[in-house]
């Protein structure tokens, strides 16, 4: 599938690091004369948090190609994503200039924060095709994206930005701003009023927010927040408590402050003290970290955005395994992320398992047992490890896992894993004893004959003598050895 990419600012680098990340090249075109490095600094921080995000390895990820218009970035685009800046009669004129190159089957996703799909169309060649995908910021890692648009270009939207670990919203009624800009709106009108008014400061505010009910709406949203707030009698209870204080003038909603001078001197200079000694790029880092601790949480508990990680990684882990060209066969490849590396400054001990264990999977889905296969309530336990860590790699290295089968029976089999360098030198190896179980019963069984012969297949090649180390443990140290 081709995408492009019109804008790679805050919202479009943000689509650009997703769709990238998921394996995809994207053409992009964007006027700004340090766009290469803005996007790049912004693919930078999304690689690192997607690999801490995700304990499946990551795809092989895509290119970022640059265009020098945008006819050349969406000549033959299946999906273009348009993120420039928010004014409609920029929007229109991109819009023509998308449909004067794009196929026409193209299906053009506005990032727009507030214009509806009405807006966007008029004067369009194929009006139908045009939908907002409105995402929030950052883009990489909050999967909500809101489809406005209706139609067969709306769904074919969301199921291309599902397949990019995104959950897309359909809103039936366009309306200005959606539904989660109008939300943000009554809040952010609300905090400009209490700074104005002098009764908080921006981190006062913040405060609240990131000690208080921010907390809670990660997890639960509003309603949900509500329903349990009310008690034992639910929803009910919570509205008539609580539902009389909505007609008081407690609000402020349907007005909003000067944003003369002095107020935004005085907004800046409180955003200032509260976060200027960090960088915008390490903010993010610290946004960035905290939201993968929380997704993390919620993956754990099974429990709303952790559901979507959990499908993005099922979907990582039954990634398809090239034919390898020979044998001893080379399954997997990665590369050392920056956060694999310890205070040694080297990829730390558990990270070459995490590699054999990769190698081990793309083993099994080589054989046959894969997802599907898994799903019949049969699968592979690793029992018993061997790691050798032979040399230090550092952050970036790009390391091919060699995998030999030392031997197998109806119910075992037995892998030897060499990590690689790129110069062919050994890093590690390892080896490892699985069994075939039944999950549902928990216990040993005979595996059947398709994986036996795929296993007899590769056996035939296996033809040199095993490793010495082979079937070795961690040696003994003998009293003699020490004192010498
Ligand atoms: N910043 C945010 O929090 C969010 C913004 N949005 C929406 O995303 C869109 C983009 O906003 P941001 O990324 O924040 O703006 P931005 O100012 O960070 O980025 C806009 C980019 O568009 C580029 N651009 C300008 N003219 C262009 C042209 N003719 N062709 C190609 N690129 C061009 C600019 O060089 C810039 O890199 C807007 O519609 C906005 O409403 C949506 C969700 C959140
Ligand atoms: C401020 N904003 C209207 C551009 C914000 C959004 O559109 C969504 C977000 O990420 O908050």
Do not use: C
Request: hydrophobic content about 45%; overall charge negative.
């Amino acid at each position: 599938m081709k995408i492009a990419a019109i804008g790679g600012g805050v919202i479009g680098g943000g689509w650009i690091a997703r769709f990238v990340l998921s394996g995809h090249d994207v053409t992009v075109f964007d006027p700004h004369p340090e766009a290469e490095r803005i996007v790049g600094e912004v693919l930078a921080n999304a690689t690192r948090a997607w690999q801490g995000l995700f304990q499946a390895p990551l795809p092989r990820s895509g290119r970022v190609v640059w265009a020098s218009s945008i006819a050349e970035a969406v000549a033959d685009a299946d999906y273009i994503q348009e993120s420039v800046p928010e004014r409609l009669d920029l929007k229109h004129r991109i819009i023509a200039e998308i449909e004067a190159a794009a196929p026409a089957s193209a299906i053009i996703g506005s990032s727009t924060s507030g214009f509806k799909p009405s807006e966007l169309r008029e004067a369009a060649r194929h009006p139908d095709r045009i939908v907002v995908a409105h995402p929030f910021n950052p883009v990489y890692l909050l999967p909500v994206v809101e489809v406005v648009g209706g139609g067969a270009a709306a769904q074919r939207a969301s199921e291309i930005l599902t397949s990019v670990g995104m959950k897309p919203v359909r809103i039936a009624r366009e309306i200005d701003a959606h539904i989660g800009d109008r939300l943000l709106e009554a809040i952010w009108r609300e905090a400009l009023w209490l700074v104005n008014d002098g009764i908080a400061t921006t981190e006062e505010i913040d405060d609240i927010i990131r000690f208080g009910f921010g907390l809670r709406w990660a997890q639960m949203g509003l309603f949900e927040t509500y329903r349990i707030a009310g008690g034992e009698a639910g929803m009910r209870h919570f509205l008539g408590q609580f539902g009389p204080a909505l007609k008081w003038p407690w609000t402020k909603l349907m007005d909003v402050p000067d944003l003369d001078d002095a107020l935004i001197d005085r907004i800046a200079g409180q955003s200032d003290a509260q976060s200027g000694a960090h960088s915008i790029r390490e903010l993010e880092r610290i946004r960035d970290d905290n939201l993968v601790g929380i997704f993390q949480a919620l993956k754990a508990n099974d429990w709303g955005v952790g559901q979507t990680v959990r499908a993005q990684e099922a979907a990582f882990y039954a990634r398809e395994v090239a034919a390898p060209s020979g044998y001893p066969l080379e399954l997997h490849q990665t590369r050392v992320a920056g956060g694999w590396v310890d205070y040694n400054g080297h990829m730390t001990e558990f990270r070459y398992l995490q590699v054999m264990g990769d190698a081990t999977d793309a083993f099994l889905i080589h054989i046959g047992l894969d997802a599907a296969y898994r799903a019949q309530g049969r699968s592979a336990y690793t029992v018993e490890t061997h790691i050798r860590h032979i040399a230090e790699v550092k952050a970036g290295e790009r390391l091919t896992v060699r995998t030999r089968l030392l031997g197998h029976d109806q119910k075992r089999f037995r892998l030897h894993h060499a990590i690689l360098r790129d110069d062919g030198t050994e890093a590690a190896t390892g080896e490892h004893m699985l069994l075939h179980v039944d999950t549902d019963a928990g216990r040993a069984v005979p595996m059947p004959s398709l994986l036996l012969a795929a296993l007899d297949r590769i056996a035939a090649q296996d033809s040199t003598p095993h490793p010495e180390h082979a079937g070795q443990g961690v040696r003994a140290i003998r009293q003699s050895e020490a004192i010498a």
